[in-house]
């Protein structure tokens, strides 16, 4: 697969365990949709008290730097103090990222929370959610719903609007459409987030064990015993699919695995342009300047820039002497005068494209999740993976993955083999 990038030419992100661009609260597991990849278990009554969420946060800021706090569950707009919660995040300088499906939001409630300091949503969108009205919709027919949410926030104003979409195996074709439509609307939407399938599959060749206690894994609800669809795609593979409709797509900036270094676990994307056209996209050099200037001003690296900073793409243009991609960007505009006098003539913009591959069980058992994960959360006064909360509700700790010994293995797919004739 030809990408034409690598470890050594992107930029590492510099977020780390300490030291990151956001923290993840979870004030509730309780949530108004089912979708087929969620990674938590819908639980009714668990609404976390404010003092229990200050806690929480008193932790974050004694353990860790950040930008924006991401406000998930479980689905956030269903805790009936979320206004508070937006508010006391606020309070103590953080960015408030509410991460909803939108199920609960309505104009009053969006109100109330730019009141109390709301600074953006990310609305969780894709067709494999059981959502009422939109069942049996693919993802084209959904950007009628995201548009809806897009134009609430902008009509408010003042709002971060970004969308992610889990990506199945059979839904990454309409990925370069997702990423057309939101050149579409690249005044009001700031930025895509693609989040690959992952689920832990029960085929037999794996144990899991809690110290040297074995345990099953089958009632944790992101595992199941059979799983027909790939659970191994790449983020090369969104990569490549993206360049069918923009052959000059190219990342800027990653966060490796934690056993792979040349694992792309987050693929950051910066692109400027408007809805005529797109004049390129920064380099590593762009967002190194960026994360490296901003911790320098304000001690932390930067999450969710303000949609004023994202619409004044031409100031960027500034940093040409620094990044090769900021000079061509520039090169296609000043172009554009006489090739797309409509591109030209209207605002430049700046876009995000992220691409999220979760955790990749490999051979010898390893988990080779994102190093530097902006989406660690806190349970029991501990920081942990936000995406394996539900090892820790139910052990108290990670499950081990250890293979089951080579001659098991090969027993049952023999028997497979058998039973498939």
């Known amino acids: 697969m030809g990408l034409n990038f690598s470890p050594q030419n992107l930029y590492r992100l510099p977020w780390n365990l300490a030291d990151n661009a956001i923290s993840w609260l979870e004030p509730t597991y309780a949530c108004n949709l ?47 103090q979320i206004v508070e919660i937006v508010r006391m995040i606020r ?38 959610q059981n959502r009422p009205h939109w069942k049996g919709k693919n993802e084209i027919e959904l950007n009628e719903l995201r548009l809806h949410y897009a134009k609430m926030l902008a009509e408010v104003g003042g709002i971060t609007c970004s969308f992610n979409a889990t990506v199945y195996p059979e839904t990454i074709k309409y990925v ?55 659970t191994d795609v790449k983020s090369e593979e969104i990569v490549a699919e993206i360049r069918k409709v923009y052959p000059d797509f190219m990342p800027c900036a990653f966060l490796n695995g934690t056993h792979l270094p040349n694992s792309y676990k987050w693929l950051l994307t910066g692109r ?59 090169k296609n505009y000043f172009k554009s005068f006489f090739s797309n006098p409509k591109a030209f003539f209207n605002r430049v913009y700046y876009q995000s494209i992220m691409i999220i591959q979760p955790i990749d069980i490999l051979p010898d058992g390893e988990t080779n999740m994102c190093d530097g994960c902006p989406d660690i959360t806190v349970w029991k006064d501990r920081l942990v993976w936000s995406c394996r909360m539900e090892e820790q509700l139910k052990w108290g700790q990670q499950a081990r993955v250890v293979p089951k010994a080579k001659e098991l293995v090969e027993t049952k797919e023999q028997k497979q083999e058998v039973e498939a004739k």
């Open 91 to 128: 309070q103590r300088g953080w960015k408030p990222i509410i991460n909803t499906n939108g199920q609960a939001l309505t104009k009053d409630l969006l109100l109330k929370l730019k009141e109390a300091g709301v600074w953006g949503f990310t609305f969780h969108i894709d067709s494999y």
């Open 176 to 230: 370069p459409e997702l990423v057309k439509w939101a050149q579409e609307h690249i005044d009001i939407v700031h930025i895509m987030v693609f989040i690959i399938y992952r689920i832990a599959t029960l085929d037999g060749l794996y144990d899991y064990y809690i110290g040297d206690k074995k345990v099953t894994f089958d009632d944790i609800t992101y595992a199941r015993e059979f799983e027909t669809r790939r």
């Open 272 to 330: 400027m342009g408007n809805k005529h056209q797109i004049f390129g996209y920064v380099g590593s050099k762009f967002m190194e300047l960026v994360q490296t200037m901003n911790h320098f001003f304000t001690g932390r690296y930067l999450a969710y820039s303000h949609p004023k900073t994202q619409r004044r793409g031409r100031l960027y243009f500034l940093l040409s002497p620094f990044d090769k991609g900021i000079r061509q960007i520039a």
């Open 34 to 80: 089912y979708c087929d990849g969620c990674y938590r278990e819908n639980r009714k009554a668990s609404h976390k008290s404010l003092s229990e969420i200050e806690r929480e946060l008193d932790l974050f800021a004694s353990l860790r730097k950040s930008d924006s706090i991401s406000i998930a569950g479980g689905d956030p707009l269903v805790h009936p």
